[in-house]
């Protein structure tokens, strides 16, 4: 700058200054770059402030006050940045120490192994460093702790998937703090997430109820499968109503792909679906579809209220063009396993009944008996909400809480593996480790 000489120079500086300013603020802001074109399954892009506020904005204001406020101001993007400078000064030391190498440990087992894991434990904060060569009661529950920390079986023993977790490298976890930083700029929006919002980690497999900034319910979630066209997808919506005694109706990839196959072979196979066509009328199945395929079928299929239900006896419905929704399932099984992708792409919730109750608590004092009456009825019923409430699929593999450590998921869906990918390519690099 200090070279520059003449009005026509002097204005071609003012020019570069201005467009640098505004990509470091529009990348900071509301994100470097638009996930809809790393991920199929992430259906949000960037979020965008107009150029003219952002210049305005740098004009009228204290500059320093101005770019400190340009990333996103909530608690969980200020913890993710500590978090991101805690990992790098962890890699510049050397990071977490050696891999611990062996397939299993648990309480009463010593040796050098045993004090390896001991060890990068300690280094990662989890328990205080020790020469004592035995998995004692405080390994155990510093394992215990870790495995909390990180979406795995909880019960204290080092076994190969909790092991395998722990010998994640530090750079790698780094990777994902930024990833998650990332995510966090797409979800900036002027207008915040609500002061009341639904928020599904699908990488997490939770589902929970924000008020004010705080976790007032929370329930297990059963997501989309890891085929690629199960997958769970990542946007924001509305929730509008609820439906009691719910119908089912199939879509139409579903009837294709899974149940005509099965009715070609066997005209009353799934004989729980009703099968219509277009007028709405019950289909004759004695005619056969064997003449079918799937380019050519016409009919749609439904199964009626009931306790076979797929949707179980009540559905979250925030309406929108992926037709995903929150729901109830009689597969209550699969709440057991530590990950729970099984879905076609809704969410299943573990207590639906108690996720209505919570939600219905704003508009009537007895938000269970009006649910009851509904279900008792045993027709399908309207819940209206009167308050609606936006819902957020995120997809998150590093999140924090108000206190104690991050936590760390897998990457199920291989989706940020994708999207650092795309953020090195576009530029984000990692701290170079100090001399």
Not at 32 to 61: I, Y
Not at 107 to 117: D, K
Not at 185 to 199: C, Q
């Amino acid at each position: 700058m200090r070279s520059v000489r003449g009005d026509r120079a002097r204005g071609q500086l003012e020019i570069t200054l201005s467009e640098t300013y505004l990509r470091y603020a529009h990348d900071l802001n509301g994100g470097v770059l638009d996930g809809r074109r790393v991920n199929s399954g992430t259906k949000r892009g960037p979020q965008r402030l107009p150029s003219e506020a952002l210049l305005e904005r740098l004009e009228q204001g204290d500059p320093q006050v101005v770019l400190k406020g340009l990333a996103p101001q909530g608690p969980e993007y200020t913890r993710l940045m500590r978090a991101k400078l805690t990992l790098e000064q962890e890699i510049a030391r050397g990071g977490w120490g050696q891999a611990v190498t062996g397939d299993k440990f648990e309480p009463g087992q010593s040796g050098p192994a045993v004090v390896a894991l001991r060890d990068r434990l300690a280094a990662m904060g989890y328990l205080a460093r020790s020469a004592s060569p035995r998995y004692d009661g405080a390994l155990s529950d510093a394992v215990a702790q870790f495995q909390t920390d990180h979406g795995l079986k909880v019960d204290g023993i080092a076994g190969p998937s909790t092991l395998a977790e722990i010998n994640v490298p530090a750079v790698d976890r780094l990777k994902s703090v930024i990833v998650a930083m990332e995510r966090e700029r797409w979800l900036n929006a002027p207008e915040g997430l609500g002061k009341r919002h639904v928020l599904v980690n699908v990488a997490d497999f939770q589902t929970r109820i924000i008020d004010d900034g705080k976790t007032t319910f929370e329930t297990r979630s059963v997501v989309g499968h890891r085929d690629a066209d199960r997958q769970t997808p990542e946007f924001s919506d509305t929730m509008e109503h609820m439906v009691i005694n719910p119908s089912w109706y199939v879509p139409r990839s579903i009837v294709v792909k899974e149940y005509l196959p099965m009715l070609r072979r066997n005209p009353g196979a799934v004989s729980h679906l009703e099968i219509t066509d277009s007028r709405g009328r019950r289909v004759n199945r004695g005619r056969g579809f064997s003449q079918y395929t799937k380019a050519n079928f016409p009919f749609s299929m439904r199964q009626p209220p009931g306790p076979r239900n797929a949707l179980g006896q009540v559905k979250f419905m925030f309406p929108n063009k992926y037709n995903i929704y929150l729901h109830d399932t009689p597969a209550k099984h699969l709440f057991n396993e530590t990950e729970r992708a099984y879905s076609h792409g809704c969410v299943r919730l573990g207590d639906p009944k108690d996720f209505a109750y919570a939600l219905l608590s704003l508009q009537t004092d007895d938000p269970q008996g009006l649910f009851e009456r509904k279900l008792r009825t045993q027709s399908e019923a309207r819940v209206n909400l009167e308050q609606p409430v936006p819902v957020h699929l995120i997809y998150r593999t590093a999140f924090t809480k108000a206190k104690g450590p991050v936590n760390f998921r897998k990457d199920i869906y291989g989706r940020d593996a994708k999207l650092w990918d795309a953020l090195s390519a576009a530029g984000v690099a990692l701290a170079a480790p100090r001399s």
